[in-house]
């Protein structure tokens, strides 16, 4: 279940990124690489390009052009009889001679043409902007008009081009709609009941480089091209040559290079003409196939029962299967999310990683904890059987001898015998002495039967003897615990007066005892010198923190926690708090 809900949480973050835009810059670098692997599309015939190109301007002149050059041309295309001809230069302002624009626009009515419309600004003082048509007469002679702004919104490279395009106000074919209506024979006025391409923006699908015939304007004009290679074709005339305005726009396909408004005009015709654009996943199918993905590959790569070497074989076996699967959808013309699915299956499998560390951490921290209890439990054991051993044992035997020395004392009448005598009754009391010290402090008399309560005055008070120091227990609220938890509490207590007493240069330590009907908590405080704590969310590291480190483990064994709020200079506190297990009976 948790590995469920972690791949779901997984792929929903991705999800979100992905539909926020986040993720878009890395897409489209795998479009670039999908494009670099796909085989180039077929040639298209339908589409010629004539090309205003460097051999032309070295012949004819650059740009502007005599438009009786342009006529000339128009009608040694219009021979060929091709369906139609765009025309992707602009003619908005008069010729110098009214003839040009005469000769112009006789040459326009013989043939069908489509002619551009472009935007610009209305004047310098004015962030405006306003259509700029052809010249009345050119539009009149035009079977259409078409608008030759790539898309809505300036981008850095060519990835869309909208069909319609919403011209200050007004609804007008794009320039590559506008010529494929024409080719066909349709009214293209949108919106329309009948309208045969999409709307919206729409990604361009490109084929590799240069699929569409190109022929020079100097090879036109002077007859060298055939007839039979424009005929019912549509042709389009352009500028090609490097440094023309619209001749260098970076698209999607490396493969192409900077390509010229009028290539890019072909590439869209041949996209509209087989309703070739790409096509994207909508958002809902991006959040279904998420979570697909988060019930079926997810959740067996966040698995941490499955093995490094399984998990790793199930993200590569994905992986690749996606990678491949959408390389064949993108040559089929379907883009299909790479990035945040390849994101998704890396995150499952370093969850599945970490989450078997974390199972692994918790399975070592749960065998310390058992061999701390089970330790300790030992500890106490050893402690009573000592105990048990010294008071019936050695205790009683010199017990037994120190009478017998007494008795030998009354009897004995030899002053070099009674002194001996004296002397081994003081060793054996001086030893009796020692083992009831020594079973003191194996488990001390208060606390065995007294209890922790009344153990810890008595260890505070013996710790002020040694020190000299104000040690003092408080007592606010204690029901007694197993024998085996008070126990290990009052050693976890004696060990951290120890440590307060040697190290914190403390002149007052003070030890509170509390209780709530779930924990039992016991505070030990100084005013000593403080110091910076470790984290204790692990075992504290290092031999300084030596103490700590048995103090936390023990904590740990009873299912306990330890703090310690302390900084340099404002004195240490350490607070051990356990659950609750009452003592039976």
Not at 163 to 179: D, E, I
Not at 239 to 262: C, E, H, I, K, Q
């Amino acid at each position: 279940m948790r590995a469920v809900f972690l791949a779901f949480a997984i792929c929903a973050g991705w999800t979100a990124l992905t539909l926020l835009g986040a993720l878009e810059p890395l897409e489209r670098l795998s479009v670039r690489a999908r494009y670099m692997l796909t085989p180039l599309g077929r040639d298209t015939d339908d589409v010629v390009v004539v090309a205003i190109d460097e051999r032309s301007l070295a012949r004819y002149g650059q740009m502007p052009w005599d438009r009786r050059l342009f006529a000339q041309l128009v009608d040694h295309i219009g021979r060929a009889r091709p369906s139609v001809i765009g025309i992707d230069v602009a003619f908005n302002e008069p010729a110098r001679q009214p003839a040009e624009d005469r000769s112009l626009a006789q040459a326009l009515s013989r043939v069908p043409t489509v002619l551009p419309i472009f935007l610009a600004y209305a004047d310098a003082a004015r962030l405006e902007m306003r259509a700029v048509e052809p010249l009345p007469v050119f539009g009149a002679a035009a079977v259409a008009l078409g608008s030759v702004q790539l898309a809505s919104h300036v981008q850095t490279e060519v990835w869309e081009l909208e069909p319609f395009q919403n011209v200050v106000g007004h609804w007008v074919p794009a320039f590559p709609t506008a010529v494929l209506g024409a080719h066909r024979g349709s009214a293209v006025s949108p919106p329309s009941p009948h309208f045969p391409w999409r709307t919206g923006p729409q990604l361009f699908h490109f084929q590799g480089p240069r699929r569409h015939p190109l022929v020079s304007a100097v090879d036109v004009l002077e007859g060298q091209v055939s007839p039979s290679a424009l005929t019912g074709r549509m042709v389009l005339l352009g500028a090609t040559a490097t440094g023309l305005p619209d001749t260098n726009f970076a698209v999607a396909d490396p493969r192409m290079g900077p390509l010229s408004g009028v290539e890019l005009a072909a590439c869209a015709i041949d996209n509209l003409a087989r309703d070739g654009f790409l096509q994207r996943l909508a958002p809902l199918a991006i959040a279904l196939l998420m979570l697909a993905l988060a019930l079926g590959p997810g959740r067996v790569l966040t698995r941490g029962s499955d093995g490094p070497a399984r998990r790793t074989l199930w993200l590569l076996l994905a992986a690749a299967a996606w990678s491949v699967l959408s390389l064949i959808a993108f040559r089929d013309g379907v883009w299909l999310e790479v990035v945040p699915v390849l994101g998704a299956l890396a995150s499952c499998h370093l969850a599945g990683v970490w989450g078997e560390r974390a199972d692994l951490l918790e399975h070592r921290n749960q065998l310390l904890a058992r061999y701390g209890s089970d330790l300790a439990a030992e500890a106490q054991r050893q402690r009573a059987r000592i105990e048990g051993e010294l008071h019936d044992g050695i205790q009683q035997q010199l017990v037994v001898i120190g009478r017998e020395v007494r008795r030998l004392l009354k009897r004995s009448e030899t002053t070099d015998l009674t002194d001996r005598l004296q002397f081994l009754a003081a060793q054996t009391e001086e030893a009796q002495g020692e083992i009831k010290r020594l079973r003191g402090d194996l488990l001390p008399p208060a606390l065995r039967h007294g209890g922790l309560a009344e153990a810890l005055p008595v260890l505070a008070l013996q710790h002020a003897q040694r020190s000299g120091l104000d040690v003092r227990a408080e007592l606010a609220s204690w029901e007694p615990l197993p024998e085996a938890r008070e126990v290990e509490l009052y050693w976890l207590v004696n060990e951290a007066l120890t440590n307060a007493l040697k190290h914190a240069a403390a002149s007052r330590v003070r030890i509170r005892l509390d209780q709530s009907p779930q924990t039992a908590i016991i505070e030990v405080s100084d005013d000593g010198q403080g110091f910076t704590p470790p984290d204790l969310s692990i075992p504290p590291p290092g031999i300084e923190h030596s103490g700590l480190h048995r103090m936390w483990l023990r904590m740990r064994s009873h299912h306990g926690d330890l703090a310690v709020h302390s900084r340099p200079g404002a004195g240490t506190t350490l607070r051990f708090t356990l659950p609750v297990e009452r003592r039976e009976g």
